[in-house]
């Protein structure tokens, strides 16, 4: 059986063509990450495409010990509160710890577990109490069949609100590829699966201490993944990815996006008209 999830007025596993969760990988500060909200929102609103707003309050796996993380929990969940109330859009970020789960959850809609900690189970399972959606990143260092037992943590709690993403197997050194039957293979688990075509150009650690990426290939990789049955894509976006203090060089420029998004839908409704998905 499988389980369609809704966050409030966006079902993930629906019938629109897909869902768009986006937005800058960190939040910089409150003013940027209100403009890219409210940019992204205007977007998604022209293409009548499902929208919810991604920004992490906390980079805690950044490499370096120098490397911008962000605002924090107090004032990262403050900066998303204001996104969530004032343009009415639902909200994700990402948990790595069970003591910020509480508070994660008064504020967002949709509760990310990172990928390199998708085995976590006190984690899982105190995002599972929680009653939120849960967003499982597949790790990389996984075969996408596996997340079947990070599925079952979520669903021990009673949470069968689960979506499931994709973002690259690690593959040698500093290196992602993207095996896009992992997406079929874990939407065969019963639930809404997302491809996070941004992730999946990162070269992990590829410039020493950070990591790199080609984010020329995040419009191939994309619709790669619409063609292989995603139900949602996850993209970070920046208005100026040279200037971002996370993630740059694999975030699409936020200018790039409507173009993206035109031919995704494009490609969605044929698939959609011959009935394969």
Not at 63 to 76: A, D, M
Not at 99 to 108: F, N
Request: contains cysteine; positive net charge; aromatic residues 6%.
């Amino acid at each position: 059986m499988f389980t369609k999830v809704k966050v409030g007025s966006v079902v993930f596993g629906g019938v629109k063509p897909f869902v768009l969760i986006a937005g800058p990988c960190v939040i910089e500060n409150e003013k940027d990450t209100l403009y890219h909200a409210r940019v992204l929102k205007t977007i998604c609103a022209s293409l009548a495409l499902p929208f919810v707003f991604k920004a992490s309050y906390d980079k805690a796996n950044r490499s370096s010990v120098s490397s911008f993380r962000g605002p924090g929990l107090e004032k990262g969940l403050a900066i998303l509160k204001r996104v969530r109330d004032d343009l009415k859009v639902p909200v994700l970020s990402d948990v790595h710890s069970v003591a910020e789960i509480d508070k994660a959850a008064k504020v967002l809609d949709i509760i990310q577990i990172p990928a390199f900690l998708c085995r976590q189970t006190d984690l899982l399972i105190a995002a599972g109490k929680t009653g939120k959606v849960v967003n499982i990143k597949k790790g990389q260092f996984l075969a996408p069949w596996e997340m079947r037992n990070a599925v079952d943590k979520v669903l021990s709690t009673g949470n069968k609100k689960i979506i499931l993403t994709d973002r690259g197997t690690t593959f040698g050194y500093n290196n992602l590829v993207s095996d896009f039957r992992a997406i079929p293979l874990m939407r065969a688990l019963g639930f809404p699966v997302v491809f996070d075509a941004t992730h999946s150009v990162q070269i992990p650690g590829g410039l020493g201490t950070s990591s790199g990426g080609r984010r020329e290939f995040i419009p191939m990789l994309s619709r790669c993944g619409i063609v292989s049955g995603a139900d949602a894509l996850f993209l970070e976006v920046h208005k100026e990815p040279q200037c971002a203090k996370c993630d740059g060089e694999n975030s699409l420029r936020l200018a790039d996006l409507k173009g993206l998004l035109r031919q995704l839908i494009m490609i969605k409704k044929v698939l959609l008209k011959g009935g394969r998905f």
